[in-house]
C-alpha cells in the first residue's frame, strides 16, 4: 500500500520587509570602465531586484540545520546540506558493516536501512526541503519557495525616491591595509531599507502528520528575522522582517472536480492579535508558538475536504 497521499497544498503568503540595505549577488557587469563589482540580482525584463527562492530556501534550511543540531559531517570530513544518512548513528553502522564478517553484513545492513528510513521519516529537514536524488530511501519535498518580487507600492516608491529607472543604492566599503593604511574601496549593490517583497511558498500534505511538520518553517523563519539574507550580513546588509502573513489550503478537490474553487483560509486574526499592535513581536514566533491552533483549523479543512470526495 502505499504510503503517501496527495491531499493538497498551504498556500503560504507573507511581506518581506528590509529593515537594512539587502544584497544577493547577480551577475558582474564587467571589468570595463564604470562596471559594478557587486551588483545584486535583477529580473532581465523590468531589471527590478528580486529574491530567488533558492536562496530564500536555502538560508531558511540552513539555519533550520543549526537550529535542530542537523549539522553533520560526512565521509569526507565535509559539511553540506543536511542529509540523514551522514547521522552519526548511521555512519556508525555503515563502519560496523565494514569491519564484520561477511555472513553478519546482510542483517546489519537491514538494520541500518530500517533506522535511515526511520530518522528520516521523523526528520524535519529531510521532511520540508528534500533529500539528494542519489539518496537510498526516498521522500518527497514537501516545500517550494518561489521567486519573489517587489510590490507595486515598493517600485513608485524607489521611483519616487531614487529616480525613474533606479531600484538600488550603492554602498562603498574600504578595507584598510594594516601597516600602509591604504584603503581599497569597492562598491557594493544593494536592495534599500524599508522595500518590500512578496513571499509565495507552497507546502504539500502527503501523509497524515505532514501537518505537524508545518511548524519548523515558522522556527526558521523566526531564525532568519536573527539572521541576515544575502551577502555582507555580518556587515550591516540583510536583516529583514516577515510581515502580513496568509495562509490557505488548497485540496485536492478544488484541482480536479470542483471549478471555480476558493482555497480555504486560515484565521489568524486572534493568533496575531497582539503582534498587530506590538511591533517587537516576531510573527512567525508568535505563528510557532500557537502552532496548535494553525493545526487545528488545517486538519478540520482537510477533513472536511475529504468528506466531498
Given at each position: 500500500m502505499n504510503e503517501y497521499k496527495f491531499r493538497g497544498k498551504c498556500i503560504i503568503k507573507f511581506n518581506l520587509k528590509t529593515l537594512t540595505g539587502l544584497h544577493i549577488g547577480g551577475t558582474a557587469e564587467g571589468i570595463e570602465i564604470g562596471g559594478l563589482d557587486n551588483p545584486v540580482i535583477k529580473d532581465p525584463i523590468t531589471n527590478h531586484p528580486y529574491?530567488?527562492?533558492?536562496?530564500?530556501?536555502?538560508?531558511?534550511?540552513?539555519?533550520?540545520?543549526?537550529?535542530?543540531?542537523?549539522?553533520?559531517k560526512n565521509k569526507k570530513n565535509e559539511t553540506p546540506p543536511h542529509t540523514c544518512e551522514n547521522d552519526p548513528e548511521i555512519m556508525e553502522l555503515q563502519k560496523k558493516i565494514r569491519e564484520i564478517q561477511e555472513d553478519k553484513k546482510e542483517k546489519l545492513e537491514e538494520e541500518r536501512k530500517k533506522k535511515l528510513k526511520e530518522k528520516i521519516e521523523n526528520c524535519p529537514i529531510c521532511r520540508i526541503f528534500g533529500i539528494s536524488a542519489g539518496a537510498e530511501v526516498g521522500e518527497p519535498t514537501r516545500l517550494t519557495v518561489r521567486d519573489s518580487?517587489?510590490?507595486?507600492?515598493?517600485?513608485?516608491?524607489w521611483e519616487n525616491t531614487l529616480g525613474k529607472g533606479i531600484y538600488t543604492e550603492m554602498k562603498v566599503e574600504n578595507t584598510i591595509d594594516r601597516i600602509t593604511s591604504i584603503a581599497n574601496p569597492r562598491t557594493m549593490e544593494r536592495v534599500p531599507k524599508d522595500s518590500i517583497f512578496e513571499i509565495e511558498m507552497i507546502y504539500?500534505?502527503?501523509?497524515?502528520?505532514?501537518?505537524?511538520?508545518?511548524?519548523?518553517?515558522?522556527?526558521?523563519?523566526?531564525?532568519?528575522?536573527d539572521n541576515f539574507l544575502g551577502g555582507s550580513g555580518s556587515r550591516g546588509s540583510g536583516k529583514i522582517k516577515f510581515?502580513?502573513?496568509?495562509?490557505?489550503?488548497?485540496?485536492?478537490?478544488?484541482?480536479?472536480?470542483?471549478?471555480?474553487?476558493?482555497?480555504?483560509?486560515?484565521?489568524?486574526?486572534?493568533?496575531l492579535k497582539e503582534a498587530k499592535n506590538n511591533s517587537e513581536i516576531s510573527i512567525p514566533k508568535r505563528l510557532y508558538d500557537r502552532f496548535e491552533e494553525i493545526k487545528k483549523q488545517l486538519e478540520e479543512i482537510i477533513k472536511e475536504e475529504e468528506k466531498v470526495q
Open positions: 529574491i530567488p527562492g533558492s536562496s530564500l530556501k536555502g538560508k531558511l534550511r540552513s539555519l533550520l540545520e543549526w537550529g535542530l543540531d542537523k549539522v553533520f518580487f517587489p510590490s507595486q507600492e515598493t517600485i513608485k516608491k504539500d500534505i502527503y501523509k497524515d502528520d505532514d501537518v505537524d511538520f508545518l511548524k519548523y518553517l515558522f522556527q526558521a523563519m523566526n531564525l532568519l528575522e510581515e502580513n502573513p496568509k495562509i490557505s489550503f488548497r485540496g485536492k478537490e478544488k484541482y480536479y472536480k470542483t471549478p471555480n474553487s476558493e482555497e480555504k483560509i486560515i484565521q489568524l486574526d486572534e493568533i
